[in-house]
């Protein structure tokens, strides 16, 4: 009931900010008829209302207007979601936001048809205060990390600089076709056509998912599409409210772009340490929650919302704060709550983000039928037209370079599964509202309503048929074991500890030096004590419980505390056994005799070979030593440091 309660606050806000309910008018109101008379004074100011008889039923419907729009609103989509998955084929051909569009259109079409007038539109501010928070809070806090942070030199990589080429290539290209038909394109200036450029660059994370969960691509193609549209969104409204800010200026200097530069990191960085420290404050709060379990899932969401409050308020990205704030508490949280909680959280963050969605297509649908459209065919193909040019191209170059670095190369069938799944949302729409009134701004808002149209049912229903044409390779649909999930852990400790043997700093270094941190530091500071101590593998169990409870809620029961406590009693003696028979040693406690010597040249990790024990020692944290090791070897020795390598071509010759 609490959700419930929850979800009709939320969206009479949201309706209340989108004008869907008007204000009653008192000079327009009807009087009640014989049921209620008046006493009125000398000047006829009506005094008191007397009753003249006692009314046995009476309708009384602006008392509750807003709470019953509400509601009907959310049944209307809820119904068209619930025949959407019982349409038989459908859901195969059609994406569930392109039904959700066509049901807003045809509720739009009521509207206008009855009314005869434009109906409600979606404003900017309850897009972007109320309908996209949840759902990138949902995106952030079930965000796979650890594909997210294998892959983030490659998202960055597209979000940062392939932005960046779709706004210039598509500002310019715009504005070169407006000087091409000056009669009808004339008044418009470069600003505002790279203005444009940023907002039609935008690509929606709510369409993308929509419609990427439903093919089930495989887990590198799916997170670069995810990553890149999730950070674009971010990168595209900073570059907006750049442009704006120079459209208000007298006169644009090479200082003021400067400046703006400077600006662009500025928000970017301040979202990132806005949501990193409410994401500590949030993980440090539910450390004290065991007593009231009932609390701990709302900390999520207050300190999430309030990451993203804060950072709009000081004009900093409020898209990468509130993704910062879900990736840190994830770590955490989940450690010092129950399991009750946990599933609690997940489950209202699904449902609000679906809402959220859903209300999102409805309403672009419903704005679709206004009388603010302007027509131009050369502007509207030229720009749906560029959209796809540059998108493709940028791709295509920049994943050119990307591929010299990436030990996985993007596959040119993934490079046009990227390029192709750029659509376009509610983000596009709702910025260009927000341009300040000038000749042409119809004319914009018209050819966003097309680019978005068309991206989501052109693209967006012909790319699970072109994947399927292309033969991309599928994400795998079972869940890893727990045999998997161990050797991918020992496969990662292994890799850093070659790492650091061979003198190279690259990601699994730093992955396990911030580990070592983690373990240190962080937790025994968020993470309640009793939660400490835990085995890993234990905690590795009860995630892949938790996972397969998510899948089928049904058939997998939780563990009971006697069954846990058996398990931890059986890891606990075995791993004792296994200590007790081979002394063990970790590489960040090695004695000072026995570090190994980091080689500081290629050339001399081309000419020595360093003894196979020392990576086996990077195991799985506390890795035993080898029984063929002579014994005055594994002894620590007192006197000159002996070092455990021997020549390559030495061994070779002999």
Same mark, same amino acid.
């Given at each position: ?46 005094l ?9 039923? $009476? ?13 009907l ?12 998955h ?7 051909? %059609?994406?569930?936001? #392109? ?20 109906p409600?539109?979606?404003? /900017? ?55 091409? #038909? ?30 990427f ?30 442009f704006?800010?120079?459209? @208000?200026?007298? $006169?644009?200097?090479?200082?003021? %772009? ?6 662009v990191? %500025?928000?970017g ?9 409410f994401?500590?404050?949030a ?9 009231v ?31 910062? #704030?879900?990736?840190t ?22 449902m ?15 704005s679709?039928?206004q ?10 193909? /030229?720009?749906l ?5 540059? @998108? ?7 994943t ?7 030990r ?31 000749p ?6 018209t ?25 991309v390779?599928r ?28 003198g ?39 995630e ?26 059986i ?9 007790? @028979? ?15 010597? @980091? ?7 081309d ?25 005055e ?6 006197g ?15």
């Open positions: 009931m609490a959700p419930f309660l929850s979800l009709l606050i939320y969206t009479y806000l949201v309706l209340r900010c989108s004008s869907l309910t008007a204000p009653v008018d008192p000079s327009k109101s009807q009087p009640m008829g014989s049921s209620l008379g008046q006493n009125s004074s000398s000047e006829g100011v009506p008191v209302d007397v009753p003249m008889a006692l009314g046995v039923f $009476s309708v009384d419907y602006h008392h509750v207007q807003a709470p019953f729009e509400i509601v609103w959310i049944m209307l989509a809820s119904l068209a979601k619930l025949g959407f019982w349409s038989g084929r459908i859901p195969a051909v %059609v994406p569930e936001s #392109c039904l959700l569009i066509m049901v807003g259109l045809l509720v739009g079409g009521v509207i206008y048809g009855v009314r005869h007038s434009a409600p539109t979606l404003s /900017a501010d309850a897009f972007f205060l109320f309908l996209l928070p949840p759902i990138v809070l949902d995106a952030g806090y079930f965000l796979p990390g650890r594909l997210f942070f294998e892959n983030l030199g490659t998202i960055l990589w597209y979000a940062l600089l392939g932005t960046l080429w779709n706004v210039l290539g598509i500002g310019l290209s715009l504005y070169g076709v407006c000087l091409l #038909c000056p009669s009808s394109l004339g008044d418009v200036s470069l600003l505002h056509c790279l203005l444009f450029g940023s907002l039609i660059a935008a690509v929606d994370p709510v369409a993308v998912l929509s419609v969960q439903e093919m089930h691509v495989n887990e590198q193609l799916h997170i670069l599409v995810f990553g890149e549209s999730l950070l674009n969104d971010a990168v595209t409204v900073v570059l907006y409210q750049l704006e800010s120079f459209l @208000r200026l007298p $006169s644009v200097s090479g200082l003021d %772009v400067l400046l703006g530069g400077c600006r990191l %500025v928000v960085f301040g979202g990132l340490f806005v949501g990193l420290f994401g500590l404050v993980a440090l709060t539910s450390r004290f929650t065991p007593r379990p009932v609390i701990a899932p709302l900390f999520v969401f207050l300190y999430s919302y309030l990451s993203y409050l804060t950072s709009e308020m000081l004009h900093l990205s409020g898209i990468t704060a509130i993704v910062t #704030c879900a990736v508490m994830k770590q955490y949280v989940e450690a010092n709550v129950s399991e009750r909680s946990n599933s609690s959280i997940q489950y209202f963050l699904k609000w983000s679906s809402v959220s969605e859903t209300l999102i297509f409805i309403f672009l649908g419903v679709t039928i009388d603010v459209h302007m027509w131009s065919w050369l502007f509207v193909c /030229a720009t037209l560029l959209c796809l040019i540059w @998108r493709g191209s940028g791709v295509l170059l920049l050119a370079v990307v591929n010299k670095v990436r996985n190369k993007v596959t040119f069938r993934d490079q046009f599964i990227i390029a192709y799944g750029g659509l376009r949302g509610a983000i596009c729409f709702s910025l260009v509202f927000l341009i300040d009134d000038f042409k701004k119809r004319l914009f808002i050819t966003t309503i097309i680019v978005i149209l068309f991206t989501v049912f052109v693209q967006g229903m012909t790319i699970k048929p072109l994947v399927d044409l292309l033969d390779k994400k795998k649909r079972a869940l890893p074991t727990v045999s998997e999930e161990i050797h991918s852990r020992l496969i990662d400790h292994l890799l850093a500890g070659i790492e650091d043997v061979v190279y700093w690259g990601q699994h270094y730093w992955k396990d030096k911030f580990e070592q941190f983690n373990r240190k530091f962080l937790r025994r500071f968020l993470i309640r004590e009793e939660q400490q101590n835990r085995s890993s593998i234990l905690r590795v169990y009860q892949l419980e938790r996972r397969e409870q998510g899948a089928d809620r049904e058939t997998v029961h939780p563990l009971l505390p006697e069954e846990m406590d058996s398990i931890r009693r890891l606990s003696r075995n791993l004792l056994q296994f200590n007790s @028979r081979r002394p063990t040693y970790s590489r960040h406690t090695l004695h000072h005799d026995r570090a190994l010597q @980091r080689h500081s040249s290629l050339g001399e990790r000419t020595q070979f360093v003894f196979l024990c020392a990576v086996c020692a990077i195991g799985p944290r506390s890795i035993s030593q080898d029984s063929s090791i002579p014994e070897q594994t002894a620590p020795q007192h000159p440091k002996k070092h455990l390598s021997f020549d390559i071509e030495n061994e070779k010759n002999n």
